[in-house]
């Protein structure tokens, strides 16, 4: 088994970050800015806030924070977002998921501007993605690409792992990352499907892959079972436990096979942050 370091990764691609940020000071006098948004008191949702917050500190983005209370309602935080469209300062505008008590996430999600719509989660820029043709015409044109999805590609390319002409196994189809990362995959010439919980014979399927991505939020779902010796396993599950995070591999009965696999934590989770800090550039940069 060979571990797919997503910390050094993450880290590397960080200190580029930093760099890029020094320079956009000294070119044009601007410091790039993100607003977060945290509705709420859930505490592994202030944990995901503090980290973003703490990695802008770290490679010189301007982070601004906000907090609603949790009964704030779905035109409160509309009313939020609206300010923060209109701040020039703020390039960036990140509502952190899921919001409490069931509140319309995507119609929040719509009134963020799409240019500052660094989660690539409101509907012109998911259709940007979907419209794209190939992997690079993502990139050149800047296309704002949801974190997680964006780090897994990163994650593959940096580990040279071969992506065009593969069977890849996405196993999830939400739109936060099972639905834009098979796009995604698909850009760079994957042969990819789309599994999901009514999907039928799930282990063949998996076990059909090259790249296997599993996205589903259940603990130690994916075994030994459903995986060929040669495959690269993207690990995206994070699940808490008082004791431990879990990630959606049962990592310990594939310690013996013959993959590249991410481990949980210290995989796909610190490419995310990253790539948040990417999109802000791309937006800082887009909207100039
Ligand atoms: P989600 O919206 O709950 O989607 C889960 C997906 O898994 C759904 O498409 C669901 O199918 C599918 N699924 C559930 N049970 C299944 C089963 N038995 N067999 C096959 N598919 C099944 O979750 P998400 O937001 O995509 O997140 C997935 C996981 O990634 C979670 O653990 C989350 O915490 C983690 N995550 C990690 C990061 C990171 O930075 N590492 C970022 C985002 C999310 P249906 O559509 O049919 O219900």
Redesign the pocket.
């Known amino acids: 088994m060979k571990i797919i370091d997503g910390k050094k990764i993450s880290n590397e691609k960080r200190a580029e970050i930093k760099e890029r940020v020094v320079k956009i000071r000294q070119q044009t006098g601007k410091i790039p800015g993100l607003a977060t948004i945290l509705v709420g008191a859930d505490p592994a949702s202030q944990i995901y806030i503090n980290s973003k917050i703490k990695a802008c500190e770290n490679v010189g983005i301007k982070s601004f924070h906000h907090t609603l209370n949790e009964n704030s309602s779905k035109e409160d935080i509309i009313a939020l977002i609206k300010k923060l469209n209109e701040n020039p300062e703020i390039d960036g505008i990140l509502l952190q998921l899921p919001l409490p008590q069931n509140k319309n996430a995507q119609d929040c999600l719509n009134s963020i501007s799409p240019l500052k719509d660094v989660d690539g989660l409101h509907p012109f820029n998911a259709g940007l993605l979907n419209l794209s043709k190939s992997w690079d015409e993502i990139i050149e044109k800047n296309i704002l690409v949801s974190c997680?999805p964006l780090?897994v590609m990163h994650l593959l390319l940096k580990s040279n792992i071969e992506v065009e002409g593969k069977t890849a196994v996405v196993?999830?189809?939400?739109n936060?990352?099972?639905k834009p990362l098979s796009m995604l995959l698909l850009s760079k010439n994957a042969t990819v499907i789309i599994?999901?919980?009514?999907?039928k014979n799930?282990k063949e399927i998996c076990r059909s892959a090259d790249i296997i991505v599993a996205?589903?939020?259940?603990p130690n779902?994916i075994n030994r079972e459903f995986i060929k010796n040669g495959a690269a396993v993207i690990d995206?599950?994070?699940?808490r436990t008082p004791e431990k995070i879990y990630g959606?591999v049962n990592f310990d009965s594939v310690k013996d096979m013959d993959i590249e696999i991410t481990p949980v934590p210290g995989g796909?989770?610190p490419m995310?942050i990253t790539m948040l800090l990417e999109n802000t550039l791309k937006a800082f940069s887009n909207r100039k």
Do not use: E, M
Not at 171 to 174: D, L
């Open positions: 997680t780090g196993v999830g189809r939400s936060l990352v099972g599994a999901h919980s009514k999907t799930l996205a589903i939020g259940k779902f995206v599950g994070i699940n959606d796909v989770g995310t």
